[in-house]
């Protein structure tokens, strides 16, 4: 067993296609058969159903280790450049859309400051989402919002942010300033999707005061309902980040009382060391949210 064998094993996982997995790898398809065939030989096992290219339910457990085993090699190859001064390699990041519209750019741009050798692929997925890549090995760090329930990760919580109203004009809530979430009883609104942790949350304190929200619409994606309420299809609660004042459109920001704000968070996996370049961009992504000429309103950082 080589690395070779793994990396053609994750590679044809991960693009459902024995040609696919030759061009990531820069080589051609015979070599990737031939690595996963041996691989498969030496465990006894078979790793790829042939006939739709996907990772039998064995394949799927040595793909997982597989995966781990590709980032410590990954970690060893930043650890043994940053002794020479110069940390280099990739890093997998995952982020919530509503933190990463406005955190990615400030990230990159200091990487390429101080660290150019150091290269982020960024996922833009929901918070349950990103935390099935993270135990899977799919990414290396994850901002997501809070609660998470895994004992095998790390969090670092980051900052915490308000929770609002986004309110399109016409709307009979367009005039105020804030409300109260009792007097929400009144209207239909845009709502996460149940089950999420932003809506936990939500409906907590409703349930606490006796509050039942009445939804318009539930979505499994925060800049979906953003975007709607935004364009006038009603008002909708979200964190202050999904409401930029920078965003187009005859619509308000309305400040939302008696809710608490949503906690974002970096997280990692306990397993493992992190490599230099993951920590160089941990590092990065906690001096871009402790500067406030970066933060947007209604944001408060948390982390030092």
Excluded: C, Y
């Excluded at 080589?27 to 990772?55: C, F, K, M, W, Y």
């Excluded at 940053?82 to 955190?103: F, M, P």
């Excluded at 919002?145 to 016409?170: H, K, S, T």
């Excluded at 309420?229 to 009382?257: I, Q, Y």
């Amino acid at each position: 067993m080589d690395r070779k064998q793994l990396r053609a094993l994750v590679a044809v996982a991960e693009n459902r296609s024995f040609s696919a997995a030759a061009r990531s790898l820069d080589t051609v398809q015979s070599n990737v058969s031939a690595h996963v065939a041996r691989l498969e030989r030496e465990l006894g096992l078979t790793l790829i159903d042939r006939a739709t290219t996907a990772p039998t339910h064995e394949g799927q457990a040595v793909l997982a280790r597989a995966r781990r085993i590709e980032q410590e090699f990954e970690a060893l190859d930043s650890d043994v450049a940053s002794l020479h001064d110069e940390i280099s390699g990739q890093v997998r990041l995952g982020a919530i859309g509503t933190t990463a519209r406005w955190l990615v750019p400030p990230l990159l741009e200091r990487l390429a400051e101080h660290h150019p050798l150091v290269r982020v692929v960024v996922l833009d997925a929901t918070t349950s989402s990103l935390v099935l890549n993270l135990l899977s090995g799919a990414v290396d760090l994850a901002v997501v919002n809070l609660p998470v329930d895994e004992a095998e990760l790390l969090v670092e919580p980051l900052f915490d942010e308000d929770r609002v109203l986004i309110v399109p004009a016409g709307h009979p809530l367009h005039d105020r300033d804030s409300v109260r979430l009792e007097e929400l009883v009144e209207h239909e609104l845009l709502l996460e999707a149940p089950g999420t942790a932003f809506r936990g949350v939500l409906d907590g304190v409703a349930a606490e005061k006796g509050v039942p929200l009445r939804p318009k619409a539930e979505f499994d994606g925060m800049r979906l309902l953003a975007s709607l309420a935004f364009a006038g299809f009603g008002a909708g609660v979200v964190p202050a980040s999904a409401a930029p004042s920078n965003v187009g459109g005859d619509w308000r920001r309305v400040a939302l009382e008696g809710v608490p704000g949503r906690t974002v968070a970096l997280v990692r996996r306990r397993r493992g060391m992190p490599s230099a370049a993951q920590r160089v961009v941990e590092d990065a992504i906690g001096r871009v949210v402790t500067s406030d000429a970066v933060r947007p309103e209604g944001l408060h950082a948390t982390s030092g």
